[in-house]
């Protein structure tokens, strides 16, 4: 991928450039075996550091919290990292002003990870890009990251194949004239978690999508994790009913890791973040669980997965929200 240096804003700041923020995560996790991929932990160590946040939503004027609380919500998280759900709702206009992310990158936020709307075209994923690249531009010395789409099994229902190309499209369209040296391009895998409510959300459909994203149809695009339009990045997801780890929930096909090890099973260089874990419901020591996933998943995947952002800041829905006692427990990672 090109190397672009960004020219730094004064004399004494360094320069940053795409090579820096991705690291040597490439070259550790190539020499994994598919042993150590499905096999046991391996001890998280200073060699593979993790980024801690958050999910921030915008809410609405009828279920939302002050603006400050979130922002207090945050720092009390010790964070390096959160995604914001910038098009949340209306995939035309931001949801943060300028003002509002200055506060939330003020409590220690080294990388900003930006969400899409749900399912956008490259034409959609164009215009809300534009509205960005100004803050973006403006801070040469965070990193970005320019999350494409979310669960696409979830928001764009029996139709694998147009969200593989929506994504694809839109990193060949777009990135040869929107790409910035601290922005990386990233896609969000399918959900792959359980939800038995009958809606159709199954690990069939996870599955499916998956083996969309990731087959190269011969129509140039080429394949998710390894065609001439892969992304810097991919994202994942990760959810359990009572514990963060391997085989939680029975394992099989309510694995918290499912996703995590479809993409290592196909490519275990590219970079990946996970943008939503939780757990659901309350528990009084949930806060903890979250610090033990997060110090433990970057050794096990050998810093193939850097950063990771829990779900989420109120107003996320009551079984996932992280309110004062969570968020102090969460601040306990190393």
């Given at each position: 991928m090109p190397d672009h240096t960004v020219t730094p804003s004064s004399p004494d700041r360094p320069e940053l450039s795409r090579r820096r923020f991705l690291g040597g995560v490439g070259a550790s996790a190539a020499a994994l075996t598919v042993g150590s991929v499905f096999g046991g932990a391996e001890p998280a160590s200073a060699a593979y550091p993790m980024k801690w946040g958050v999910v921030v939503s915008p809410g609405t004027p009828t279920n939302n919290i002050e603006f400050s609380r979130k922002v207090d919500l945050l720092r009390r998280l010790r964070p390096q990292t959160a995604r914001i759900s910038m098009f949340w709702g209306d995939p035309w206009n931001r949801q943060f002003s300028d003002a509002q992310l200055e506060q939330l990158r003020g409590t220690g936020l080294t990388e900003m990870i930006i969400?899409?709307?749900?399912?956008?075209?490259?034409?959609?994923?164009?215009?809300?890009?534009?509205?960005?690249?100004?803050?973006?531009?403006?801070?040469?010395?965070?990193?970005?990251?320019?999350?494409?789409?979310?669960?696409?099994?979830?928001?764009?229902?029996?139709?694998?194949?147009?969200?593989?190309?929506?994504?694809?499209?839109?990193?060949?369209?777009?990135?040869?004239?929107?790409?910035?040296?601290?922005?990386?391009?990233?896609?969000?895998?399918?959900?792959?978690r359980w939800n038995g409510d009958g809606s159709g959300f199954t690990f069939g459909t996870s599955g499916q999508y998956f083996d969309a994203f990731v087959r190269d149809t011969g129509d140039g695009l080429g394949g998710m994790l390894g065609g001439p339009y892969q992304p810097d990045v991919v994202t994942?997801?990760?959810?359990?009913?009572?514990?963060?780890?391997?085989?939680?929930?029975?394992?099989?096909?309510?694995?918290?890791?499912?996703?995590?090890?479809?993409?290592?099973?196909?490519?275990?260089?590219?970079?990946?973040?996970?943008?939503?874990?939780?757990?659901d419901g309350h528990k009084s020591d949930r806060g903890y669980r979250y610090v033990n996933f997060g110090s433990s998943v970057a050794g096990e995947t050998g810093g193939q997965i850097d950063s990771v952002c829990f779900y989420g800041l109120p107003p996320a829905e009551r079984e996932y929200g992280i309110w004062e006692g969570e968020a102090n427990q969460i601040g306990t990672h190393p």
């Open positions: 969400q899409s709307s749900e399912d956008p075209d490259p034409n959609l994923a164009r215009h809300q890009l534009n509205l960005m690249l100004p803050y973006i531009d403006a801070h040469p010395n965070t990193l970005f990251v320019w999350e494409l789409g979310n669960e696409p099994d979830w928001h764009q229902p029996n139709n694998p194949w147009l969200a593989r190309w929506n994504r694809l499209a839109a990193i060949r369209n777009n990135k040869p004239v929107q790409d910035r040296g601290n922005l990386l391009w990233a896609v969000n895998m399918p959900a792959g994942v997801h990760c959810y359990s009913s009572s514990y963060l780890v391997r085989g939680a929930d029975g394992g099989g096909e309510r694995n918290p890791y499912k996703m995590i090890d479809y993409v290592r099973g196909w490519n275990r260089s590219i970079s990946m973040k996970i943008t939503e874990a939780g757990i």
